[in-house]
Structure formats: structure tokens, C-alpha cells
Nanobody
Framework: QVQLVESGGGLVQPGGSLRLSCVASGRTFINNVMGWFRQAPEKEREFVAAIKWSDSRTNYADSVKGRFTISRDNAKNTAYLQMNSLKPEDTAVYYC?????????????????????WGKGTLVTVSS
């Protein structure tokens, strides 16, 4: 089993920054894509960003491109989401997820995968 635990959410003013963390524990595998989704009240869950663990290739939703950066720390089994220039519309619960595989995995297709594990989410509120 794998457990994903998110942290780093909170209240921030528009234009501010937050850094989310997702720590993976348990039995993990190198061949994976890890990423972030978010869900705002009364809205569908949407893809935010993804990173392929083995080569650090990334993919971003258009709405966050240029403002958010996803990265990973191999030694800590942790993925990060650095969020800059935050807007009120970024307010949502942010969920970490991971897809493991034995074949080809791509961060470009992350949003379409059936995820193997999900975190419970961390709330980000952007408000004055």
C-alpha cells in the first residue's frame, strides 16, 4: 500500500505564494507519474500539474502555466507544488495523486489515468 499525505495549504492574499508538499510512504516504485488536481466548490475536479518521477518531465494546465511549478525530491519521496501569483480562482482543495505503471507513462496523459492512490487533500484559500 501507498499513502499520500498533502500539506502546505492555507490562507493567502492574491498575488501571494504557497508551497504544497505530497509525501509518499509505503511501497513505492520509480516508474510513476505524480501530480496535483484541485476541486473548487460547485466545480468539477481539474488537473493542475504532473511530473514523471524518473526524468522530471512535467505538464501543466493552461490556467496555472507560468505561475505554478511542480518538482520532486527523490530522497524524501516528496512532490512539491510551488504556487506563485495566486488568484482567487485558485481557491480549491488540492489533491495529490500517483499512477504507477510497468509500461509507458506520460505526464501529458496524467489527467486521463485511473489513479492508483489519492491523498485526502489540502485546502488553499486565496482571499484579501
Amino acid at each position: 500500500q501507498v499513502q499520500l499525505v498533502e500539506s502546505g495549504g492555507g490562507l493567502v492574499q492574491p498575488g501571494g505564494s504557497l508551497r504544497l508538499s505530497c509525501v509518499a510512504s509505503g511501497r513505492t516504485f520509480i516508474n510513476n507519474v505524480m501530480g496535483w488536481f484541485r476541486q473548487a466548490p460547485e466545480k468539477e475536479r481539474e488537473f493542475v500539474a504532473a511530473i514523471k518521477w524518473s526524468d522530471s518531465r512535467t505538464n501543466y494546465a493552461d490556467s496555472v502555466k507560468g505561475r505554478f511549478t511542480i518538482s520532486r525530491d527523490n530522497a524524501k519521496n516528496t512532490a512539491y507544488l510551488q504556487m506563485n501569483s495566486l488568484k482567487p480562482e485558485d481557491t480549491a482543495v488540492y489533491y495529490c495523486a500517483v499512477k504507477y505503471g510497468t509500461g509507458l507513462l506520460s505526464p501529458d496523459r496524467f489527467a486521463h489515468y485511473a489513479m492508483d492512490y489519492w491523498g485526502k487533500g489540502t485546502l488553499v484559500t486565496v482571499s484579501s
